[in-house]
């Protein structure tokens, strides 16, 4: 396949420093813009979701035990779902701060990550001479719906997707150095870039999708080789240094993952390498739900407003005005938008979060749009203060979701106050019980010593214990136990206050299908939440 240079000419050096001084100002502002939507009030909230408490819990076990030790729930089954790599921030943030695991340790990481992604786009920019689409790319990446959200909230997707943008961008400088230039630091961090993305999230996330877009772009560019050209192929391994990178790559990961295999007796490489990845990305498990392959593009018009407004109009004038030869850095953040988006929908299991890497490819490629439409509008001066108020309108509504709305339904979602009450009752060393129910963020606050388990048999075998045993469950589950108790009995110690507006009924309409009106009508009638819990305790026979 004869390739076709599409790269821009070699910039002078003065283009690179054309404006120190008059973007010194905009780009000290970007801390400031990301203290105010990632890290002001981080911790003001409790650990409202299931991943942050499974987090802390595993975080708070590795200060307890060592780095060295495998991350472990409260009730002592070793973390399999993910590998280590995350908790170990979280524990390093715990001790930097000398206090136990909380709120603050566990959303750091990710708010970190969402800073140093805002850095590095701003930082590419500025490198490529671009500093105008390298901020407008940052300042769109901040106020991005859905990062922004991300970036308070202790889940790993927001640090991978750091490691995925880093991995692209500094192949994006290796791919345009041009030979006999050898690229080697920057395909070195790319390479660091892809070990770190698969120590947090594994090999078909954190691997896979920044290399499928690294494959897209060199097919764009028709620098991928035709299957028979093996020199050819051997010069592209030799290029980007695959030879090398890879098994650099695999030096890192591998011992890591050998480790915790061998400290969980083999579960982490079935738990998390088989059911975690393969099942999840190519199907075969009853447990995970699929769903249809458009399910991202809602997702992506929802979570990357108000700039997925512009993507539709920012696509067509790219292609319109014959700009796709002439902007590779706008070319490449468009091939990788819509390379993650493809390779996504493509799997069965599918996650809103899961989109979060390709929001700075998005953002990469309307900054550079932006510098376009700025410097050939009659009045860019429009433009300038139609962003200002876009930006200004988006931090005004998060200051005034997190100081109103958030904390107003904090007490009815934090868990803290009801485990406080469980410890009141049944005090450590009293083990807790937790029955049908993955609310971890209680389990955190009650603490060590607890239990977690499933069966109705073994409830009723606690039942005839001759010493009491406290359990948690949630309120609808507790509303079973008559049927499937029969040894003995529970007794209703504490209950957690019902939401705002108790228990409604639904009337929904008749022409849903039989499979999705079930669900939904699960779902409205809380079968998909843990609320409100309840603690009993059993009462001998």
């Not at 299991?349 to 899961?354: C, E, S, V």
Request: hydrophobic share 50%; glycine share 8%.
């Amino acid at each position: 396949m004869e390739a076709i240079d599409l790269r821009p000419p070699a910039r002078s050096s003065a283009l690179s420093t054309r404006y120190p001084v008059r973007w010194l100002l905009p780009v000290a502002g970007l801390p400031v813009l990301c203290w105010v939507l990632f890290f002001r009030g981080l911790a003001d909230r409790d650990l409202w979701s299931s991943h942050e408490a499974r987090a802390a819990m595993d975080g708070q076990s590795l200060l307890d035990g060592g780095l060295g030790a495998m991350p472990r729930l409260f009730d002592g089954r070793p973390e399999v779902q993910k590998p280590p790599l995350y908790y170990w921030l979280v524990a390093l943030a715990a001790r930097a701060s000398g206090t136990a695991v909380d709120a603050w340790a566990v959303r750091l990481p990710a708010a970190l990550a969402g800073l140093l992604g805002v850095v590095v786009l701003t930082r590419f920019g500025l490198r490529r001479g671009r500093p105008l689409a390298g901020f407008v790319a940052a300042v769109v990446l901040a106020t991005a719906l859905h990062y922004t959200w991300l970036a308070r909230v202790g889940r790993i997707d927001m640090p991978l997707t750091l490691t995925t943008a880093l991995a692209l961008l500094t192949f994006f400088r290796a791919w345009s150095q041009a030979p006999p230039r050898r690229p080697v630091v920057p395909l070195a961090v790319a390479y660091l870039a892809l070990a770190a993305g698969v120590l947090l999230k594994g090999p078909i996330v954190g691997a896979a999708l920044p290399l499928g877009v690294g494959g897209a772009w060199l097919l764009v560019n028709r620098e991928l080789p035709w299957p028979w050209r093996v020199r050819a192929w051997l010069a592209l391994v030799h290029r980007y240094g695959l030879w090398w990178g890879l098994p650099l790559t695999s030096a890192i990961v591998l011992p890591i993952y050998l480790w915790a295999n061998a400290r969980t007796g083999g579960e982490f490489f079935r738990a998390f390498l088989w059911h975690h990845n393969i099942e999840r990305g190519l199907g075969g498990s009853d447990v995970l739900r699929a769903h249809p392959w458009w399910f991202y593009l809602p997702h992506l018009a929802a979570d990357f407003l108000p700039w997925s407004l512009l993507l539709p109009l920012a696509v067509w004038a790219f292609v319109r005005r014959g700009w796709w030869a002439q902007d590779p850095e706008a070319r490449f953040g468009l091939v990788w938008l819509l390379t993650i988006v493809l390779l996504l929908s493509a799997a069965r299991f599918k996650r809103a979060d899961y989109l979060l890497p390709a929001f700075p490819g998005a953002a990469l490629f309307l900054g550079c749009m932006a510098e376009r439409w700025f410097q050939t509008s009659a009045r860019p001066t429009l433009l300038a203060a139609g962003f200002a108020a876009i930006v200004a309108v988006c931090v005004g509504g998060w200051w005034l979701y997190l100081d109103a709305d958030l904390r107003t339904r904090e007490p009815t979602r934090q868990s803290v106050r009801f485990a406080e009450a469980v410890r009141h009752v049944a005090p450590a060393p009293q083990p807790v019980l937790f029955f049908r129910t993955e609310a971890h963020a209680a389990a955190f606050h009650v603490g060590r010593p607890l239990t977690l388990f499933v069966e109705w048999d073994k409830l009723d075998a606690w039942t005839r214990g001759p010493t009491t045993a406290y359990v948690v469950m949630p309120a609808r589950v507790a509303a079973q136990c008559p049927r499937f108790v029969r040894s003995g009995r529970l007794e209703e110690v504490l209950r957690e206050p019902e939401p705002p507006g108790g228990t409604r009924t639904w009337d929904l309409p008749a022409w849903l299908p039989a499979r999705p009106r079930r669900d939904l009508e699960r779902f409205l009638a809380g079968e998909g939440h843990e609320r409100p819990l309840v603690l009993l305790r059993t009462v001998p026979p």
